[in-house]
T-cell receptor, first 111, second 116 residues
Framework: QKEVEQNSGPLSVPEGAIASLNCTYS??????FFWYRQYSGKSPELIMF????GDKEDGRFTAQLNKASQYVSLLIRDSQPSDSATYLC???????????FGSGTRLSIRP | DVKVTQSSRYLVKRTGEKVFLECVQD?????MFWYRQDPGLGLRLIYF???????EKGDIPEGYSVSREKKERFSLILESASTNQTSMYLC???????????????FGPGTRLTVL
């Protein structure tokens, strides 16, 4: 089992709809959770981080964390074509020495 | 704004050559990281450093070494480049208590290395 798992996609969502991206992790003691966006040919950029169970909202983005079920998700409301990218989930485990990245979900917003 | 720069965007080398990839950050971050990114494999950690002259192996250190002589600079060295080291190399830095939240990693633009 991979330490951080994401569906590779592609996930195709119509413009204006909600895109839902999911991530599961294996280390139950994980502390910090991140979502990065990566456009083709570019480096990852941080969208959101979350540490506590529940929802965290920032503009059109909402991160959701459920430590009991060991999953973290990212919702993108009112999806725009500019949201088309690969989204990387990253988790800092209980060892605290490094962050593990998932392999990413490719999101495509169709006009 | 955090700025992480890498010495080259594109690099072409021959098998057996020694390759240096440089990374510089301007935010006084303690932590620096080197990853490689390959299609279908995601980001894989090669080496990281939590302090000057300190280094720790990541998940795939074989064939690589690193150097951190100054806090702002972290170099990745391929002692004898091989074709299976053709990849995108990404440097990142982070600092506990940074503005983006603890552990947030800020990435450089990447170096696409091709080994012929």
């Amino acid at each position: 089992q991979k330490e951080v798992e994401q569906n590779s996609g592609p996930l195709s969502v119509p413009e204006g709809a909600i895109a839902s991206l999911n991530c599961t992790y294996s280390d139950r003691g994980s502390q910090s959770f991140f979502w990065y966006r990566q456009y083709s040919g570019k480096s990852p950029e941080l969208i959101m981080f979350i540490y506590s169970n529940g929802d965290k909202e920032d503009g059109r983005f909402t991160a959701q964390l459920n430590k009991a079920s060991q999953y973290v998700s990212l919702l993108i409301r009112d999806s725009q074509p500019s949201d088309s990218a690969t989204y990387l989930c990253a988790v800092r485990g209980s060892s605290a020495s490094k962050i593990i990245f998932g392999s990413g979900t490719r999101l495509s917003i169709r006009p | 704004d955090v700025k992480v720069t890498q010495s080259s965007r594109y690099l072409v080398k021959r098998t057996g050559e020694k390759v240096f990839l440089e990374c510089v950050q301007d935010m006084d971050h303690e932590n620096m990281f080197w990853y490689r990114q390959d299609p279908g494999l995601g980001l894989r950690l090669i080496y990281f450093s939590y302090d000057v002259k300190m280094k720790e192996k990541g998940d795939i250190p074989e064939g690589y070494s690193v150097s951190r002589e100054k806090k702002e600079r972290f170099s990745l060295i391929l002692e004898s480049a091989s074709t299976n080291q053709t990849s995108m190399y990404l440097c990142a830095s982070s600092s506990l208590g940074g503005g983006g939240g603890p552990d947030t990693q800020y990435f450089g633009p990447g170096t696409r290395l091709t080994v012929l």
